[in-house]
């Protein structure tokens, strides 16, 4: 038993480390997501013509794409076009790219649930097609997103090990460093 307390003390603090960045990762990622999803959601759902077409390309590209692609793209194939990003940048920009196009879809949902009769109702009373979708639909839509939403962030936090193909030392990787040093997986993991 010692020789085990020993081991967890030992590898404690790295652990620690990796779990700070993988929370960091997922952070970053769900807030991007948000910041994309949620105005993509509006397009794809109450849009017209080419913004509406775009909004829902750039969800089925991104949604049909593997997301290590989308790693690597982001952190390989944007030095050739001149823009630099760092290992922990590169990740948030891909895993938060790839977490919009779902949030995008959680969002989209949630407003379709919402019965038509709000709108008309909304539109009753004199607002605007805008002014019912902020005001009325989407403070409904938010609280009805929440159970899809909160998947979402237990899977961004399972997604940063993926991170660790660019050399970001999350969770798992760190786990992985440290599997490697002692030869106790079991014990590590």
Do not use: C
């Not at 652990?15 to 993988?22: D, Q, T």
């Not at 013509?49 to 991104?62: K, M, V």
């Amino acid at each position: 038993m010692t020789k085990l307390l020993t081991l967890i003390l030992t590898i404690y603090p790295e652990l620690m480390k990796g779990l700070w960045v993988s929370l960091k990762l997922s952070a970053g990622a769900l807030l991007l997501g948000l910041a994309l999803g949620l105005p993509l959601s509006l397009i794809k759902t109450y849009g017209k013509g080419i913004p509406r077409a775009l909004a829902s390309g750039y969800i089925e590209i991104i949604r049909g794409t593997p997301m290590v692609v989308q790693l690597f793209i982001v952190y390989f194939g944007l030095p050739d076009m001149g823009i630099l990003l760092d290992r922990v940048t590169a990740a948030i920009i891909a895993l938060g790219l790839n977490s919009s196009a779902y949030q995008a879809e959680y969002f989209r949902g949630a407003l379709l649930s919402i019965d038509s009769g709000q709108m008309m109702a909304a539109k009753a009373l004199g607002m605007t097609e805008n002014q019912a979708i902020a005001h009325v639909l989407l403070p409904q839509a938010l609280r009805l997103v929440i159970p899809p939403w909160s998947n979402e962030l237990i899977y961004m936090v399972k997604y940063t090990s993926v991170a660790f193909l660019i050399a970001v030392p999350e969770l798992m990787g760190k786990g992985k460093i440290i599997i490697s040093r002692n030869f106790l997986p079991l014990e590590t993991l």
